[in-house]
């Protein structure tokens, strides 16, 4: 059992920074990738960012390529979500997700490949 709180969220203007974090608790021992996937009503959720259980490989979404960092302490803490030049499409609920692996340079990119979420927070984009 593995459970995840973001934190973060919150109204930031267009063109502007803002980074969140995923704790994990419970077991915190096992090996697995992190990813952050993000949700608008009546959307589906999509992929943005993930780093492998090592954290020495990270992927990204094309869209927020070159504007969006994702980091991890260390293998078994806290996350990081770095966003910069953030714009008002990029509004919705951002979920944090674990996800088992053995092979450590793996970096899943699909929901159905997370097996722990957590229980969002909501990020704003107006001016």
């Known amino acids: 059992q593995v459970q995840l709180v973001e934190s973060g969220g919150g109204l930031v203007q267009p063109g502007g920074s803002l980074t969140l974090s995923c704790v994990p608790s419970?077991?915190?021992?096992?090996?697995?990738?992190m990813g952050w996937f993000r949700q608008a009503p009546g959307k589906e959720r999509e992929f943005v960012a993930a780093i492998t259980s090592r954290g020495e490989n990270t992927a990204y979404a094309d869209s927020v390529k070159g504007r969006f960092t994702i980091s991890r302490e260390n293998a078994k803490s806290t996350v990081h979500l770095q966003m910069n030049s953030l714009k008002p499409e990029e509004t919705a609920l951002y979920y944090c997700?674990?996800?088992?692996?053995?092979?450590?340079?793996?970096?899943?990119?699909?929901?159905?490949?997370?097996?722990?979420w957590g229980q969002g927070t909501q990020v704003t984009v107006s001016s």
């Open positions: 419970g077991c915190t021992t096992s090996t697995y990738a």
């Open positions: 997700a674990a996800g088992y692996t053995t092979v450590y340079y793996y970096i899943p990119m699909d929901r159905t490949e997370y097996d722990f």
